[in-house]
């Protein structure tokens, strides 16, 4: 399935029903009187967000979205039938804006939220609604109200607790692949992952959802590499994972890359929690390790720990201490031992 995260579409709910110019017609009835019904209230428009969605694919190959009119009225008093409404399907997470791209409408933060995008217009009153004691022959019927309509931008930011952010080839989708069942593409190649992969990692018992984004580079605010647009996916999520690769030459300069764009982009995203993990330690000597992570100590207040994703070292200990952040619990002390503990969740 192919990932869209922002789509433009067009709604439009339903007119209402014109109502009915009829008079009562019956054998032996001198003065019928009218008889015409109003019409039937059109269709409004309504989004739900549900949980068994993760994508605007199919926004791809639809972008209008028309609700029916309502039934017009008839005679004998009938009123016409009001339309069903048109139930629009998106991700949990997905914001409406307005056409501007920047005003907006809903939130669907949560599974089974609908909102009404777009009211269906009222039916038109027929003949019978307009008789008075002074007027009792009225031929007048009113036209169904329009509905609305209306352009809107579907934005997806992904609802997940934790968040991994770094440069292209840090390691991040291989921390994913190790941690959950998730499988997303891996290479030794920058930008191998060019939309957001979800995760389900498991700790004593517990299960939050991890969310990794393509890499950043220097200037992505500005468009460099694939930009910063993906960073929009972790802004629901409690704390950040800021994986550094061990390899690079300078580790200071890898993490205050990132935190630059992360600043430039906004979103609080700079002032949520975060650690620190220096990636790919498995590559290094022992000294070399406490080098860059005293070289990340000196740029950073956040926690720095030393992992490796291909080896599986520490990963448990970086789970507990991300999970000590979703559930707002400390962390438990662990031993050298747990730091090569096996994750209960990687294999097939």
């Known amino acids: 399935m192919k990932f869209l995260d922002q789509v433009k579409i067009f709604v439009k709910s339903g007119d209402g029903g014109n109502g009915s110019l009829s008079f009562r017609r019956e054998k032996y009835i001198e003065f019928g009187g009218p008889d015409g019904g109003d019409g ?16 605007l694919i199919d926004f791809r190959y639809q972008q209008h979205f028309k609700a029916q ?22 991700p949990v997470g997905t914001e409406v804006l307005a056409e501007d791209r920047e005003t ?16 269906g217009g009222d039916g038109g009153f027929g003949n019978a ?15 169904g109200w329009p509905g609305e309509e209306l352009w809107v931008w579907l934005r997806l930011k992904l609802i997940a607790d934790v968040g ?24 030794d190649y920058p930008f191998t992952t060019l939309h957001p992969n979800l995760g389900v990692a498991e ?9 990794d984004i393509p890499g950043l580079i220097e200037g992505a605010h500005e468009g460099a590499g694939l930009g910063d647009r ?3 996916h972790v802004e629901r999520t409690s704390v950040l994972l800021h994986l550094v690769d061990a390899t690079a030459e300078d580790v200071a300069e890898s993490y205050e890359i990132i935190r630059g764009e992360l600043e430039a982009y906004g979103g609080g995203l700079d002032e949520k929690p975060e650690i620190v993990g220096l990636n790919k330690v498995d590559a290094l000597t022992e000294d070399d390790v406490a080098e860059k992570l005293a ?11 030393a992992l490796s994703g291909v080896s599986g070292y520490n990963l448990q200990g970086v789970l507990r201490t991300l999970a000590s952040y979703v559930w707002d619990e400390p962390a438990k002390e662990e031993d050298e031992r747990d730091k090569w503990a096996p994750l209960t969740n990687d294999e097939d």
């Open 104 to 119: 907006l409408l809903y939130d669907m933060d949560s599974a089974g939220k609908r909102v009404v995008l777009a009211k």
């Open 203 to 211: 700790v004593n018992g517990n299960e939050f959802v991890i969310a």
């Open 40 to 55: 039937g209230r059109g269709g409004d428009v309504i989004l739900e967000a549900v949980p068994n969605l993760n994508t």
């Open 69 to 90: 009119r309502g039934q017009g009225g008839m005679g004998r008093d009938r009123t016409g039938g009001a339309s069903p409404a048109l139930v629009i399907k998106v």
């Open 230 to 232: 993906f960073l929009g």
């Open 295 to 305: 070289a990340l100590k000196a740029v950073t207040d956040s926690p720095v720990m």
């Open 129 to 143: 609604h307009y008789k008075t004691a002074t007027n009792q022959a009225p031929r007048r019927a009113d036209p």
């Open 164 to 187: 991994l952010v770094g440069l292209p080839n840090a390691g991040k989708s291989t921390f994913l692949s190790r941690v959950t069942r998730a499988r997303p593409k891996i290479g």
